[in-house]
């Protein structure tokens, strides 16, 4: 079979791999442009341009596919059989989409109609779900509202963070993916329920702040959803925190204001929440630092229990 992929993140690979294992030709890789990345700036490809380079498959990188003509005269010259998307992270126009033998398909990081939008894995943890799963879908004009073809149920594991989730899904998936493909002639296609839809919109940078007065409980959902992007943070001394890693502590304190440090240990920096709770602060990056141990980093910043997060 003949397809054209789309996709850009490292979570797009395994699926672009399963697709060649499993004997189909990628004739095109539509991705996103290369962007500046990390704390230089550097421009870099995205990671499946990268792996379509090594194996000398044809890329093609439009700034906006839906205002771009190039990009529909290249797919009708493939002619492909089957368009398959994993995170590619632009909106793909009608002409595109049902262009192909078959109905373009979609690999998306939930069970729909749930966490409809860009961020499924985050919402998913910061909701505090137990289960979250994978869908295979056809694609139409809206936002992730087409026939259901297959999905499967995944656990999440207690204290999963968002990276260890997506990667996991990003291999249930590419499995899943390769069977649907297989069975592309004969599955029948199952409508929506659009009354049970939910949203995972994109996350902002700001949606990471911290509000010490949520108990504990969320604050741990937020840390992990957040991982490693956009990054929960909070401010000590005017300076912004980077927060990566920490858990609910048992204990209750004594009344204490949200924000307020507890105690530090060689284990973290015990902060006082909402609801009476705690959270325990093991890993974080201090503003134009690297990532470190909280106790490190109270050691060199001379924290005290009595300071405050805000």
Not at 36 to 64: C, D, H, M, S, W
Not at 96 to 122: C, D, E, M, T
Request: glycine content about 6%.
């Amino acid at each position: 079979m003949k397809i054209v992929f789309f996709g850009s993140p490292a979570s797009a690979l395994p699926s672009f791999k399963k697709i060649l294992e499993i004997g189909h030709r990628i004739e095109l890789v539509v991705t996103q442009p290369d962007k500046p990345f990390g704390r230089g700036k550097k421009v870099a490809p995205p990671p499946v341009k990268k792996l379509a380079t090594e194996l000398n498959i044809p890329r093609y990188q439009p700034f906006k596919i839906r205002t771009d003509p190039l990009a529909i005269q290249k797919i009708k010259i493939i002619k492909p059989d089957l368009i398959v998307v994993v995170a590619y992270g632009q909106i793909i126009p009608s002409s595109i989409i049902y262009f192909p033998k078959f109905n373009s398909i979609n690999l998306h990081f939930s069970l729909l109609p749930k966490y409809r939008g860009a961020s499924p894995v985050q919402w998913t943890l910061l909701k505090g779900e137990n289960k979250t799963g994978i869908t295979i879908f056809q694609l139409n004009e809206k936002m992730d509202e087409g026939d259901i073809l297959s999905q499967e149920e995944i656990d999440i594991f207690p204290g999963e963070k968002a990276f260890e989730l997506e990667v996991r899904l990003a291999q249930k998936g590419a499995e899943l993916l390769g069977k649907t493909i297989s069975q592309i002639d004969i599955i029948k296609p199952i409508k929506q329920n659009h009354s049970q839809a939910t949203y995972a919109p994109k996350l902002r940078k700001e949606d990471g702040k911290i509000d010490w007065s949520k108990d504990a409980l969320f604050i741990d959902r937020q840390v992990r959803a957040f991982n490693p992007r956009p990054s929960a943070f909070s401010y000590f001394s005017e300076k912004r925190i980077k927060i990566y890693e920490g858990k609910v502590k048992e204990e209750l304190p004594e009344f204490s204001s949200p924000g307020k440090i507890l105690a530090i240990a060689k284990e973290g920096i015990e902060v006082c929440c909402g609801g009476r709770s705690i959270y325990l602060i093991q890993r974080l990056q201090p503003e134009n630092k690297k990532e470190m141990d909280a106790h490190a980093y109270s050691l060199g910043a001379k924290i005290k229990p009595g300071n405050a997060f805000k």
